[in-house]
DNA sequence: GATATTGTTCGATTGGTTTCGAACAATATG
DNA sequence: CATATTGTTCGAAACCAATCGAACAATATC
């Protein structure tokens, strides 16, 4: 059961996080991540073809922002709090508690 | 003496002013003049050409992260603190307190 | 093992962004 | 009014990102 390469804490980079959460489609997955807890990705399928959503969540990924655990054949995703907390305090509060798209 | 158009705050979308400050040359600039006060766009001028400095300023200027005055010949460049403080709170802070990049 | 499920990868298209030099507009100064 | 200064606009090139169908890989189930 192979799993993803996630990038370390100290790695991230702010620039690329906030091009990561400044389309529309991932913010909102990121939100729904944030208040339903672990999606799969399919439970977010709907807006686009999941080849689509299968790119967004690999941008997400890619820049550390989300965290995909693999379990059989299902991929939980979830937010990385903690590390982007650490990183970037306040940052994902900020953007997470704003109503305001 | 003409003025430019800002966006008016109910206006600014999350996702713009995030993929604004996404370009690692736009967020250095805004960090300058958060510190720094109010620059010239030749101020800032020396990593790239003014036509392109001049883009950058405007994608920023288009997404409501900052305020330009002319003054004669001169523009003066300031972040929107209030506006962005009022619509997105906290978000400013956490981009611009980090020392990560 | 055949079949279904979940999600990735590939390839192509489309559209947007960055970049920059050159020409331009507007104000200021000699 | 000629000239310098500040910054914009234009046009073209290069690059990057989003989109999606189709094929694929891996696991699970019958």
């Not at 807890?37 to 922002?65: N, Y």
Request: charged residues 25%.
């Amino acid at each position: 059961m192979r799993q993803y390469d996630h990038p370390a804490p100290e790695t991230l980079a702010m620039t690329e996080v906030l091009r990561a959460l400044s389309d529309p489609l991932r913010l909102a997955i990121v939100r729904r991540l944030d208040r339903e807890g672990a999606q799969t990705c399919a439970a977010l399928i709907g807006e686009r073809p999941k080849s689509s959503m299968s790119h967004h969540f690999q941008v997400l990924r890619d820049a550390g922002v989300i965290h995909t655990r693999i379990e059989g054949v299902t991929h939980y995703n979830t937010v990385r709090r903690d590390v982007l907390d650490t990183r970037f305090p306040g940052l994902m509060d900020a953007i997470l508690i704003a109503r305001a798209d």
